[in-house]
């Protein structure tokens, strides 16, 4: 008698594919995290369809017009920054640096032809929303950023992306209330320049375009020093930042908790500043985008010299170039 074997049915591994997660900011403002089963995302560039495969893309951009909410926080969050008060200058930054393309044409109308833009957090703000090997005479074209550091513009076909939250909830959201999202690498890293000047604390941080997630965990080196007195030594450093004061006048080589001239970082605008200074390695970070930034108070117009930056993150969003 014949006897039969029961073998175990063989699947394509597709159909097993892990989920990928998504972090997704809806144009109300609204962020989502979660998994997703999407495969990939169609767009209509130079007159062409193309499917990208989600594993082929970083972050995605939507250039639609701003939502009634978008064009509120734009008109306000330009007034912000162009005001005297820091730390509603740095969230508006971070605001419409998330907001992204919408925010493009309403920023340039608001420049001025005059001598003076560095440092100033509104005229480095186009920069941070849109590269310049990333521009197009059309402002209204979406941007899709890729892992071999290109980009495409064009237009998102309409679709609807489910995502699973870790609460479990399934969020439904089509691309006309998305305005950008981001798949979740592995690894990001970054060569970064950290200018004492451009990038004092007093002025704005540099931001790595990395947001952090719980799982990540933040790899860093960095060599160099700054000068935050032109000719007197004492008040140069490297990462590490002083370990006594750099002139009598000073009864401490610290300010707000950090040595003067360290290395230091925050994951958001009002968050925990902590010391990252030449080497860092450290998990459990608060979730958030990671900036860097050099020490100082408000005597920062001597500053001199830049931090040369090499940073490695895990579990982490790629949302943008370093700028």
Same mark, same amino acid.
Request: glycine share 8%; no cysteine; charged share 25%.
């Given at each position: 008698? /014949?006897?039969?074997?029961?073998?175990?049915?063989?699947?394509?591994?597709?159909?097993?594919?892990?989920?990928?997660?998504?972090?997704?900011?809806?144009?109300?403002?609204?962020?989502?995290?979660?998994?997703?089963?999407?495969?990939?995302?169609?767009?209509?560039?130079?007159?062409?369809?193309?499917?990208?495969?989600?594993?082929?893309?970083? #972050?995605?951009?939507?250039?639609?017009?701003?939502?009634?909410?978008?064009?509120?926080?734009?008109? #306000?969050?330009?007034?912000?920054?162009?005001?005297?008060?820091?730390?509603?200058? +740095?969230?508006?930054?971070?605001?419409?640096?998330?907001?992204? /393309?919408? $925010?493009?044409?309403? &920023?340039?109308?608001?420049? @001025?032809?005059?001598?003076?833009?560095?440092?100033?957090?509104?005229?480095?703000?186009?920069?941070?929303?849109?590269?310049?090997?990333?521009?197009?005479?059309? =402002?209204? &074209?979406?941007?899709?950023?890729?892992?071999?550091?290109?980009?495409?513009?064009?237009?998102?076909? +309409?679709?609807?992306?489910?995502?699973?939250?870790?609460?479990?909830?399934?969020?439904? &959201?089509?691309?006309?209330?998305?305005?950008?999202?981001?798949?979740?690498?592995?690894?990001?890293?970054?060569?970064?320049?950290?200018?004492?000047?451009?990038?004092?604390?007093?002025?704005?941080?540099?931001?790595?375009?990395?947001? /952090?997630?719980?799982?990540? @965990?933040?790899?860093?080196?960095?060599?160099?020093?700054?000068?935050?007195?032109?000719?007197?030594?004492?008040?140069?450093?490297?990462?590490?930042?002083?370990?006594?004061?750099?002139?009598? #006048?000073? @009864?401490?080589?610290?300010?707000?908790?950090?040595?003067?001239?360290?290395? $230091?970082?925050?994951?958001?605008?009002?968050?925990?500043?902590?010391?990252?200074?030449?080497?860092?390695?450290?998990?459990?970070?608060?979730?958030? =985008?990671?900036?860097?930034?050099?020490?100082?108070?408000?005597?920062?117009?001597?500053?001199?010299?830049?931090?040369?930056?090499?940073?490695?993150?895990?579990?982490?969003?790629? /949302?943008?170039?370093?700028?």
């Amino acid at each position: 008698m /014949l006897k039969r074997i029961l073998l175990p049915l063989l699947l394509p591994a597709a159909m097993f594919s892990a989920p990928t997660w998504l972090l997704i900011r809806t144009t109300d403002g609204t962020q989502v995290e979660g998994q997703s089963q999407i495969k990939s995302v169609r767009i209509t560039s130079g007159g062409r369809a193309v499917d990208l495969k989600i594993g082929q893309v970083l #972050s995605i951009h939507n250039g639609a017009a701003a939502s009634e909410t978008e064009a509120g926080r734009i008109k #306000s969050g330009i007034a912000a920054i162009q005001g005297q008060d820091r730390k509603a200058r +740095d969230l508006a930054v971070e605001e419409l640096t998330s907001i992204g /393309l919408p $925010v493009m044409t309403p &920023l340039i109308d608001t420049y @001025k032809d005059t001598d003076q833009h560095e440092p100033r957090p509104l005229y480095r703000l186009f920069e941070r929303i849109m590269p310049s090997y990333a521009d197009d005479f059309d =402002r209204g &074209l979406s941007l899709i950023r890729l892992p071999n550091g290109e980009a495409m513009r064009g237009r998102l076909a +309409d679709a609807t992306i489910e995502v699973k939250t870790s609460s479990g909830e399934t969020v439904k &959201l089509q691309w006309a209330k998305i305005r950008t999202l981001a798949v979740r690498q592995a690894k990001v890293s970054r060569a970064m320049q950290v200018h004492s000047l451009k990038h004092s604390t007093q002025i704005e941080y540099f931001d790595t375009g990395v947001a /952090l997630t719980a799982a990540s @965990k933040v790899d860093s080196t960095a060599r160099g020093i700054v000068r935050l007195s032109w000719a007197t030594d004492s008040w140069a450093s490297d990462a590490n930042g002083l370990t006594k004061p750099g002139s009598p #006048s000073y @009864k401490s080589h610290l300010f707000e908790g950090q040595p003067f001239g360290a290395l $230091v970082g925050r994951t958001a605008p009002d968050g925990e500043v902590f010391f990252v200074g030449k080497k860092f390695a450290k998990s459990g970070l608060k979730p958030g =985008r990671l900036a860097l930034a050099v020490n100082d108070n408000k005597h920062w117009q001597n500053n001199l010299g830049t931090f040369f930056v090499n940073m490695t993150v895990t579990d982490a969003y790629d /949302l943008g170039d370093g700028q």
